[in-house]
């Protein structure tokens, strides 16, 4: 039995056009069905299987079939993303093929030697933004920033609440007093500790 070959081309917006994309994959020696090319607008920043194209030829795929892209980015958002997306389809027994990459199938020996410099890179690209993040936030709390979400409740508020709170008063009656749900009034008693 023959493979089924399938495109995927997707462009971030409306007056952007799939049409190189097909044009490129047909150049490239793959005869794709018309009806086998599924194309969509949708933004590069969407996971994978989030983009609802993706996901409904994702169910259209059987173990055999032949999936092409022109660059690795329409597999998914990030390098984490593309793994994911490729580890899937080649657990489903699809092959996908990246023009950008030689034509290479990623499912392949040769195209898992690419794959594993994809997720080396998506894990250095995940460690990086834990880093800048982790950096970020000490450099915020050394300038005295306060983190986290800002207080809808004066200083004033806070110890009338706590007062409050002493004498027994409710949650739910100095949320309503005070036009806030329970959980500020708890985490003021949170920050008094």
């Given at each position: 039995?023959?493979?089924?070959?399938?495109?995927?081309?997707?462009?971030?917006?409306?007056?952007q056009?799939?049409e190189?994309?097909?044009?490129?994959?047909?150049?490239a020696?793959?005869?794709?069905?018309?009806?086998?090319?599924?194309?969509?607008?949708?933004?590069?920043?969407?996971?994978?299987?989030?983009?609802?194209?993706?996901?409904?030829?994702?169910?259209?795929?059987?173990?055999?079939?032949?999936?092409?892209?022109?660059?690795?980015?329409?597999?998914?958002?990030?390098?984490?993303?593309?793994?994911?997306s490729?580890?899937?389809?080649?657990?489903?027994?699809?092959?996908?093929?990246?023009?950008a990459?030689?034509?290479?199938?990623?499912?392949?020996?040769a195209?898992?030697?690419?794959m594993?410099?994809?997720?080396?890179?998506?894990?250095?690209?995940?460690?990086?933004?834990?880093?800048?993040?982790?950096?970020?936030?000490?450099?915020?709390?050394?300038?005295g920033?306060?983190?986290?979400?800002?207080?809808?409740?004066?200083?004033?508020?806070?110890?009338?609440?706590?007062?409050?709170?002493a004498?027994g008063?409710?949650?739910?009656?100095?949320?309503?007093?005070?036009?806030?749900?329970?959980?500020?009034?708890?985490?003021?008693?949170?920050?008094a500790?």
């Amino acid at each position: 039995m023959m493979s089924r070959v399938f495109a995927y081309c997707r462009v971030s917006t409306l007056d952007q056009t799939t049409e190189n994309q097909a044009r490129e994959i047909q150049t490239a020696g793959f005869a794709v069905e018309p009806k086998r090319i599924i194309e969509e607008t949708v933004s590069g920043s969407v996971a994978a299987m989030e983009r609802k194209g993706f996901a409904k030829l994702v169910d259209r795929l059987e173990a055999g079939d032949v999936l092409v892209v022109t660059k690795l980015d329409r597999l998914g958002r990030n390098a984490i993303d593309v793994r994911t997306s490729v580890e899937r389809l080649a657990a489903d027994g699809i092959k996908v093929h990246c023009l950008a990459l030689g034509g290479v199938d990623l499912t392949s020996a040769a195209g898992k030697m690419t794959m594993s410099v994809i997720s080396a890179v998506a894990e250095f690209e995940r460690d990086l933004l834990i880093e800048r993040t982790q950096s970020g936030l000490a450099r915020a709390k050394a300038q005295g920033k306060a983190l986290g979400r800002p207080t809808a409740l004066s200083k004033a508020q806070q110890q009338e609440i706590m007062d409050e709170r002493a004498k027994g008063t409710s949650l739910g009656v100095l949320a309503q007093r005070y036009g806030v749900s329970r959980a500020a009034i708890q985490r003021v008693e949170k920050r008094a500790l």
